[in-house]
């Protein structure tokens, strides 16, 4: 019986040892590092910025970097966003990116960006100010604050245009009984004259079908749209059917936008005839009113 009793003390004993040891064991490597925030410090050639939108490209973006840094690598992963603080520029007048030092790396950069966009019209002086978001995991952050002034409001002046006569006409003609012509292979110029009648140059003049283009850059004034047939391969089919054309335009970033259709353009129409589509007012530079012939 004792030496029953001393087997099973003996045991016991062992797996308290086994058990120990493994408890200890969880505790050592990587979970035994004392992990401490690190401090982030954001940095740009200036804080006080200064955008001339109308020198930026039409649809090109200006690009401000900002970079966020640290003393010594860590093993997370720091994501630290930009966001706006302050200020009248709404968000389709810029972009803020989100710099992420990486594990094992010292600093990220990312780039504010200020866009050239037509979506608004006239907006005016506009003001940003930028800043970290708040809460930023696995670090402490140093105050940063970014001031961006958007001055010289870049404005559309262009106004496009759409030209479409597409369409097609089956007629009896002997044998075989029916043909079927298609209005595209009739060649349409869009042109654009000034009040006495000078034609000042091409709007759409592409042989396509239909025909697209623009203008800007005027004074203001009184202009004429006119439609001018370069060929006609149905004048001389004894045809009078109508060959409507749609006229469709736009601004970017205004409330100018439009469609009409007029129906003077037909099969018996001849090379060289100009029709008169519509009349565009232009004033203050930039503002146009379209009116049908």
């Known amino acids: 019986m004792k030496k029953i009793n001393k087997m099973l003390f003996l045991v016991a004993l062992s797996v308290g040892i086994f058990t120990t040891s493994c408890s200890e064991d969880d505790y050592t490597g990587a979970s035994m590092i004392n992990y401490s925030s690190p401090t982030v410090t954001l940095s740009t050639a200036s804080t006080n910025v200064v955008v001339d939108e109308s020198a930026i490209p039409e649809d090109g973006e200006f690009l401000i970097p900002v970079t966020a840094s640290i003393s010594e690598p860590v093993l997370a992963d720091i994501h630290i966003p930009l966001v706006q603080t302050g200020g009248t520029a709404d968000a389709h007048d810029f972009d803020l990116g989100t710099m992420i030092?990486?594990?094992g790396t010292t600093s990220a950069t990312t780039n504010i960006v200020i866009y050239n966009t037509c979506d608004t019209g006239v907006e005016g002086n506009e003001t940003l100010t930028v800043s970290f978001a708040d809460n930023i995991a696995n670090a402490k952050m140093t105050p940063f604050s970014m001031d961006i002034s958007i001055e010289n409001d870049w404005v559309n002046d262009v106004i496009e245009f759409e030209f479409d006569w597409s369409g097609e006409?089956?007629?009896?003609?002997?044998v075989p009984a029916e043909v079927t012509i298609d209005f595209c292979d009739a060649d349409i110029d869009f042109a654009l004259a000034?009040?006495?009648?000078?034609?000042?140059?091409?709007?759409?003049?592409?042989?396509?079908?239909?025909?697209?283009?623009?203008?800007?850059?005027?004074p203001d004034g009184?202009?004429?749209?006119?439609?001018?047939?370069?060929?006609?391969?149905?004048?001389?089919?004894?045809?009078?059917?109508?060959?409507p054309i749609t006229t469709t335009y736009s601004q970017c970033g205004f409330d100018t936008a439009g469609s009409f259709v007029n129906s003077v353009l037909n099969t018996a129409t001849i090379s060289g005839d100009v029709i008169p589509l519509a009349t565009v007012e232009i004033s203050g530079g930039y503002n146009y009113t379209v009116t049908p012939w």
């Open 169 to 174: 006409l089956t007629y009896t003609a002997g």
């Open 101 to 103: 030092i990486t594990s």
């Open 222 to 243: 009184t202009y004429f749209i006119l439609a001018e047939v370069y060929d006609n391969p149905f004048s001389g089919l004894g045809l009078t059917d109508a060959m």
């Open 194 to 218: 000034d009040n006495g009648g000078n034609v000042l140059g091409y709007i759409a003049a592409t042989a396509s079908c239909p025909e697209a283009g623009g203008f800007s850059g005027l």
